[in-house]
């Protein structure tokens, strides 16, 4: 994996997040993730349950619903727990 990461130009760990998501999403696992999307508040619910339930991870999370970022999904729960919205 260093010979490849050297080769290429890449970070070892950004070639083992690669290749994790492709073994667990496949080629859509590599795809680019959309910024800067709105989010409808029944979707934020959705991912914020989802998390709770089968007690996802972050990064997990944002993998399966494809959401760029964990702070995005952090700012949810913050609002959520403050507000009871999303």
Known sequence: MTSISKENGIGKT??????????????????????????????KLKVLKTIESKSLSLSKACL???IPSGSTIRRWQGRYSK????
């Open 64 to 66: 399966i619903f494809n």
């Open 14 to 43: 950004s070639l083992k997040d690669w290749i994790r998501c492709y073994h667990e999403f496949g080629i859509e696992g590599l795809l680019p993730i959309q910024k800067n999307k709105n989010y409808s508040e029944a979707f």
């Open 83 to 86: 507000e009871g919205i999303a």
